[in-house]
Every structure is written in C-alpha cells, then in structure tokens.
C-alpha cells in the first residue's frame, strides 16, 4: 500500500506543477509514453528498477534520452527526480495515478467493456451516453471482445459495473423461476 501512497503524491505534486505551468496535456502524454516504453522494454524496466544500477547512471541515461527526445521541463524535472530518490520502480503507478488525478479534475471516468461480437460506433456512443449518465461524469471507454461470452456485454467503470450478458440474464432468469418454484 505504501508504494501507492508514494505514487498518488509524486502524481498530485506533479499535477500541481504541470496545472501552474499550464502544461497538464503535455505532462500527461509525456508521462504515459515514457513509462509505456519502460514498461515494454524489460532491459529499460531493469535498468530503472535495479539497486544495482547508481543514481548517478539513471540520471546520465535520462540527460542522453533528453537529447534524442526532448521533453517538457517539467517531466525532466520529475523523472530526473525519481532517479535521484531512487523511485523509478514508481514510474508506472505514479502514470496511472496521475491519469486518475486529470481524469478527475476533468469530470471523466475510465472503463472497460467486454462484449461478445464488435460494437457498432451508434452502439458504442449509446453505451457511452448510458454509463455517462449513471457515473455523472464523462464516459471514456476501451473495448474488447470476447468471443466466450454468449452474447450482449460487461461494462466497468470504477466501482459500476454494468452486466448485460445473455449469461447474466440466464442466471438471473433461472434465479426467479427457482424462487418461483420453491414458493
């Protein structure tokens, strides 16, 4: 728990900053890319999580990444600073709660929906209008398909959890003819 406490604050420090600079947009692609690629890359993921591997070495390959990719000061500035604390292995948590802090601050909520065949943009937008309406807040959605499911969807969105699977609805159907039987 305590790394995702850690994490939560360098995001919220480093919203404060980005939202004086007014940089929020650029922090935050900047941020999901770098740690994106860290995080695909085992040798990166390695170099920047090793005790072995000095301060000092992490700050040299960022300065030499900086060259070839030049990033905002203030992401410089954060990452420079995880290295030198020796908080990188902090650097995808500290993505994702910074993710969390703008989506917040700007009314949206994240979600994933399963569905059994591909969902139609009308479809999408429907689902998207319906979940936006139950969580007061903006609908952003990934989609996948599961093909194990009998048919309809599962949508999550935080804490809401939206099940319009044939497999639910049979469930369910068998639930009340149960009841219906036993009474």
Do not use: W
């Amino acid at each position: 728990m305590r790394t995702q406490e850690a994490a939560q604050r360098y995001a919220k420090a480093f919203y404060t900053l980005a939202t004086e600079k007014n940089k929020l947009d650029t922090a935050l692609n900047e941020l999901r890319e770098f740690s994106c690629a860290v995080r695909k890359d085992p040798g990166l993921k390695y170099f920047f999580s090793s005790p072995i591997i000095t301060a000092e070495d992490q700050r040299a390959a960022l300065d030499k990444f900086f060259e070839k990719k030049p990033l905002s000061e203030e992401t410089r500035s954060l990452l420079h600073l995880l290295a030198e604390k020796r908080r990188m292995n902090l650097l995808s948590a500290i993505a994702a709660a910074f993710q969390s802090v703008v989506d917040e601050s700007r009314g949206v909520a994240r979600g994933q929906v399963v569905s059994a065949s591909t969902l139609s943009p009308e479809e999408r937008q429907k689902l998207e209008v319906t979940i936006s309406r139950h969580t007061n807040k903006k609908a952003v959605l990934e989609y996948h398909e599961d093909k194990s499911l009998l048919g309809g969807l599962v949508a999550r969105v935080g804490s809401f959890t939206f099940d319009d699977s044939l497999d639910t609805q049979l469930r369910v159907m068998k639930e009340v003819l149960t009841k219906r039987r036993s009474h």
